[in-house]
């Protein structure tokens, strides 16, 4: 029981540390929007390249994690 209940642990963290990076790229992009309006088209595709990299890096660490236990 105790292993189970650090692996749901390590996976909240995962889960919360992946919602943390991915706010402050959108926090990021949308005050460098807010200052160049016109580059809005590229800081936005950086954006999503950015976060969708977060994301594949956090489903792999949740399941690196879920085979581990």
Do not use: H, N, Y
Request: hydrophobic share 60%.
């Amino acid at each position: 029981m105790e292993a189970f209940s650090l692996t749901a642990l390590g996976l909240g963290i995962i889960v919360f540390g992946a919602a943390i990076g991915i706010s402050k790229i959108g926090q990021s992009a949308m005050e460098a929007m807010s200052r160049q309006p016109e580059m809005s088209s590229k800081i936005q595709t950086a954006m999503i390249v950015a976060a969708a990299l977060i994301e594949g890096v956090s489903l792999f660490a949740i399941v690196v994690a879920w085979l581990v236990d």
